[in-house]
């Protein structure tokens, strides 16, 4: 459990954190910046000693990585070393996308429908907006991203949809 004077210097620290790194996150509002430093912490809290020093100086030391990492989770970014070798030198990160956009010619057109009031209604009304994107023509994983959930996730629904037709 998080004291009070403890939530108050974290979130003091998201504060400043938040105000002086705002530019190297342009896809994240200030707002966003500090809830991530919050949830960082949250995840590195157990490292933290009192003892060895301030929650200030820890903070400081350890809270960009864990930012950092999301922001690149987020925006589909891998961070790798290519051509590192164990013990040898260390090598420059690259950052790449985790997808690649494919040229035009692999496109898979929506379908269009005559109308744009469609109705489903033999489908429970929590599946709507899952049944919707895939009669577009989405794949599940396109589905997954449009709806903010995982591929597995999509899969579970698309067999849980299934089973309530069957």
């Known amino acids: 459990m998080i004291s009070e004077s403890e939530w108050d210097t974290v979130i003091d620290f998201g504060r400043y954190w938040a105000s002086k790194y705002l530019r190297k996150f342009p896809n994240w509002s200030f707002d966003e910046i500090v809830n991530e430093v919050v949830i960082g ?11 060895k020093g301030s929650l200030n100086t820890f903070l400081k030391a350890s809270i ?7 922001y690149c989770r987020q925006r589909d970014i891998v961070i790798s ?16 996308p985790m997808t690649t956009r494919l040229s035009e010619k692999y496109d898979v ?19 709507h907006d899952l049944a919707g994107l895939l009669a577009r023509g989405l794949t599940q994983r396109q589905a997954g991203h449009a709806m903010g959930l995982c591929e597995s996730r999509i899969s579970q629904r698309v067999k849980q949809l299934r089973a309530e037709l069957s």
Do not use: C
């Open 41 to 51: 912490y949250a995840n590195i809290r157990h490292r933290y000693d009192a003892e």
């Open 64 to 70: 960009w990585d864990q930012v950092f990492r999301s």
């Open 81 to 96: 070393r290519p051509g590192q070798l164990r013990g040898g030198p260390t090598v420059q990160r690259v950052y790449t």
């Open 109 to 127: 057109p929506m379908k269009e429908h005559k109308s744009n009031d469609v109705r489903l209604p033999a489908i429970p009304i929590d599946f």
